[in-house]
């Protein structure tokens, strides 16, 4: 699938959400691709399976990864959970006592449209989405440690 948002939230400044369609020259292979090959800063993910793997097959060339944190792999190493694929939401609701509304009708509804995050402009609701999968990683990663 075509690479449609990019959300980043550094340390206390808030999630940043960049459109993928519009600010390619944002994602430059020779920027990112160092970026995520440094070892400082740590890059905290969520399910960091599927993120690199996207980012792969998007951003067409090779390149490492490095000094990566999932969240959803250290939930479950310390807390001995067997679930393979605990979600953000849980994993938040669990550590931070934080709910974040992933749920609702429009949400619903909008995720299950093929090609919707394609769809410009998008929702607000939908970009808000987009940035609490990343606004509070940075706080879900000094708790873990």
């Known amino acids: 699938l075509p ?7 550094v340390g206390n400044c808030g999630p940043h959400v960049f459109d993928a369609q ?21 890059k905290v993910l969520h399910d960091a399976r599927a993120d690199t793997v996207t980012l792969r ?17 250290a939930h479950r ?3 001995g959970e067997s679930h393979d694929r605990r979600g953000l939401d849980d994993v938040l609701k669990h550590w931070l006592g934080v709910r974040i509304e992933k749920k609702s009708g429009h949400i619903k509804r909008f995720m299950s449209t093929p090609g919707a995050w394609a769809q ?18 940075p706080q879900l990663f000094k708790k873990m440690l």
């Open 3 to 9: 690479l449609q948002l990019v959300q980043v939230a």
């Open 22 to 42: 519009h600010v390619r020259n944002v994602l430059r292979i020779e920027n990112f691709g160092s970026l995520m090959g440094l070892s400082v800063p740590i």
């Open 57 to 73: 097959s998007n951003l067409s060339a090779d390149f490492a990864f490095a000094s990566l944190f999932d969240t959803q792999v």
């Open 77 to 79: 190493v310390l807390t």
């Open 120 to 137: 410009r402009p998008l929702p607000e609701e939908m970009v808000s989405y987009a940035a609490d999968d990343v606004r509070y990683l």
